[in-house]
T-cell receptor
Framework: GEDVEQSLFLSVREGDSSVINCTYTDSSSTYLYWYKQEPGAGLQLLTYIFSNMDMKQDQRLTVLLNKKDKHLSLRIADTQTGDSAIYFCAESGGNDMRFGAGTRLTVKP | DARVTQTPRHKVTEMGQEVTMRCQPILGHNTVFWYRQTMMQGLELLAYFRNRAPLDDSGMPKDRFSAEMPDATLATLKIQPSEPRDSAVYFC???????????FGAGTRLSVL
């Protein structure tokens, strides 16, 4: 079946950039997403990118897509302690959506 | 402020009891998804609906779980009888179009003792 994989943990210092990586296997993916989950909360949609794009920037967030390698990344510039959360990569090409296991980002002061 | 509303936020029950979780999708969204999240398994898709019709419930234990959409503003997930292994956070999400973004509720945290 189709898989979405991400590393489980990332730790950065406040003010540094964070880069969270994701790989997927479904070549028919149409949209790719990044969600953020804070403790005790649901998943919050951060941003998404259409598969015919290779980059999308939204304030401190930059999404890069390498469709050939099926690699997606999320860069957070000037990472703050409030960015500490679990970040989920997801892809969809049809009816449903497939999620990665999530990357726990810890931001140290 | 459009959002997905789930009730209850927390539920503690005893093994064998029936549990009903409710979800109000975002008005105008025609797809509804139920997920279960645990530390061990992560996020699992249980079932989803489009235009109130069930499209896929293969992720759901059929003997005890059931999901319905009595109308466009309400989706329910029932567990009967509940078991301790059902303890998890259950999320509902809704989406506007096939393949597009899903918007999540805050979840129902279920504890079965």
């Amino acid at each position: 079946g189709e898989d979405v994989e991400q590393s489980l943990f990332l730790s950065v210092r406040e003010g540094d950039s964070s880069v969270i990586n994701c790989t997927y296997t479904d070549s028919s993916s149409t949209y790719l997403y990044w969600y953020k989950q804070e403790p005790g909360a649901g998943l919050q949609l951060l941003t998404y990118i259409f598969s015919n794009m290779d980059m999308k920037q939204d304030q401190r967030l930059t999404v890069l897509l390498n469709k050939k390698d099926k690699h997606l990344s999320l860069r957070i510039a000037d990472t703050q302690t409030g960015d500490s959360a679990i970040y989920f990569c997801a892809e969809s090409g049809g009816n449903d959506m497939r999620f990665g296991a999530g990357t726990r980002l810890t931001v140290k002061p | 402020d459009a959002r997905v509303t789930q009730t209850p936020r927390h539920k503690v029950t005893e093994m064998g009891q029936e549990v009903t979780m409710r979800c109000q999708p975002i008005l105008g969204h025609n797809t509804v998804f139920w997920y279960r999240q645990t530390m061990m398994q992560g996020l699992e898709l249980l079932a989803y609906f489009r235009n109130r019709a069930p499209l896929d419930d293969s992720g759901m234990p059929k003997d005890r779980f059931s999901a319905e959409m009595p109308d466009a503003t309400l989706a329910t997930l029932k567990i009967q009888p509940s078991e301790p292994r059902d303890s998890a956070v259950y999320f509902c999400a809704s989406g506007g179009r096939t393949g597009r973004a899903q918007y999540f509720g805050a979840g129902t945290r279920l504890s079965v003792l």
